[in-house]
């Protein structure tokens, strides 16, 4: 119908980070040790989240160009985005804020609907990425910060839950201006 909510929700990031792994836990309840990295996807998955039922279209992006024309078209038709970076990985990191910049620029808003994923926090030992440094940027730019893992199945429901929140409020405040 024509009232049926729906999202469309990008997730963004380097290579390898766990981008599919999260999605196809979150839409399969389970853990995919290898999934291909250079497919890209969507997904479509009715959800019902605070009681209300929502369709999200789910876009897995690949690659490891943040900067191709493709990575901008997904980026003008999102609502939502899905900030990932791996723990073990200071690139991944620092990619991140790149990243969100590129998003508020094409979007022309200071605070697009986003959040940020610290993903791999089972690999404890192989940590680089602090959970300061995640939190300390997410305040700045007033992101909701999960570590999540994919592996250990950590953070995942709430976080995909999370997003949708963030969009729907945010659709809210552009309505009423
Ligand atoms: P993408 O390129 O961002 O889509 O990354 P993938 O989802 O394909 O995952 C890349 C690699 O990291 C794969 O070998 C996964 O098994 C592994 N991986 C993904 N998420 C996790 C996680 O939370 N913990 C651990 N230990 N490995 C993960
Ligand atoms: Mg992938």
Redesign the pocket.
């Known amino acids: 119908t024509d009232n049926e909510e729906k999202h469309s929700i990008v997730l963004l990031?380097s290579?390898?980070?766990?981008?599919?792994?999260?999605v196809i836990h979150f839409l399969q309840n389970r853990f995919v040790?290898?999934?291909d990295?250079t497919v890209e996807e969507s997904y479509s998955k009715m959800v019902i989240i605070d009681n209300k039922p929502a369709v999200l279209e789910l876009i897995?992006t690949?690659g490891q160009d943040e900067y191709t024309a493709t990575r901008d078209k997904y980026i003008r038709s999102g609502e939502g985005f899905i900030l990932?970076f791996s723990v073990t990985s200071r690139s991944s990191w620092n990619k991140i804020s790149e990243i969100y910049t590129k998003i508020r620029r094409i979007k022309e808003v200071e605070s697009p609907p986003a959040i940020l994923l610290a993903?791999?926090?089972?690999?404890e030992n192989d940590r680089i990425v602090t959970r300061d440094e995640g939190e300390e940027f997410s305040k700045k730019y007033n992101l909701n910060y999960f570590e999540?893992?994919?592996?250990?199945g950590i953070n995942i429901k709430s976080s995909f839950e999370e997003i949708v929140r963030v969009i729907r409020d945010y659709k809210r405040t552009i309505k009423k201006k």
């Open positions: 990031g290579g390898s980070v766990g981008k599919s792994c999260l040790q290898d999934y990295p897995d690949a990932v993903n791999k926090s089972d690999l999540t893992s994919a592996k250990a």
